[in-house]
């Protein structure tokens, strides 16, 4: 499930609902020199809208310590595909006609660079991780909105078309925290903040694997992320398969 606000303050937009997400993630991990994974995702009905993204990251390991820990060091890209088309629907704050068009293209492309130290430690069948890390990313956001009063209005206003393109550089400080249990149970929890000066968004993410074999297991994913109008927050349950 996919819980998405959309919180435009300045054209009198706040929308929020919720509706069906379907994705995939795609793990592989070589505990001495790498890990890589990526997210792919779609929601084809919410707030009027189709959303689609990937989240990809991958990260080389560089003196390994057995018990001890590793240098860790990245490359990873988010990226973010919104279609609005909304017609006589969405209602601005403090008027009663709804919007005759309401029309938005957002598409955003973030890579980003990180390294840190993940720390390693065993207590007999129970293995724990921490790992704080520092990056920096570049955003890049093509898009167009378009808003068009109802006929009816009678403060009614032209018709707005703009483009909401702009790029962004942020550093980024994270940290992540993971559980294995007994070789069938995975807990993992991350976070990061990206910062610009007196502007910053905040991302957590969370996962839950119960293998039931050494082949399939059951998962759950969770991820909020903030942006700069609204938020998104994901519930993904799902069959983990393991080759």
Known sequence: MLINR??????????????PIYGLFFQTIDPV????????????DINYSMVSGISFSTDRYFRNRPGMGKVVAGVGLEGVRIVLNSTDEIVRAGDIDPLH???????????????????EHAFGLMRTSFFPW???QQELIRGDLYLEPTALWTTAFDPIRESISQDNTYGLVGAGVGIN???????EAKTHRMVNGNTHYDSYAAMVNLFL???????????????????????????????
């Not at 959309?6 to 509706?19: F, I, K, P, T, Y």
């Not at 309401?102 to 990180?114: D, E, G, K, S, Y």
């Not at 082949?215 to 080759?243: I, K, M, P, Q, T």
């Open 213 to 243: 074999s050494r082949h399939w297991g059951l998962s759950y994913r969770y991820r909020d992320v903030e942006v700069s109008v609204g938020n998104n927050r994901f519930h993904l349950f799902g069959v983990a398969v393991l080759f």
């Open 181 to 187: 249990l007994f070789h069938f149970l995975d807990l």
């Open 134 to 136: 520092a990056g920096v």
């Open 6 to 19: 959309l919180d435009m303050a300045d054209r009198g937009v706040n929308l929020q609902e919720s509706a």
């Open 101 to 119: 068009r309401f029309a938005l293209t957002n598409n955003v492309i973030a890579p980003f660079l990180r390294a840190g130290y993940r720390f």
């Open 33 to 44: 020199r790498f890990q890589t994974n990526t997210f792919l995702y779609l929601c084809p």
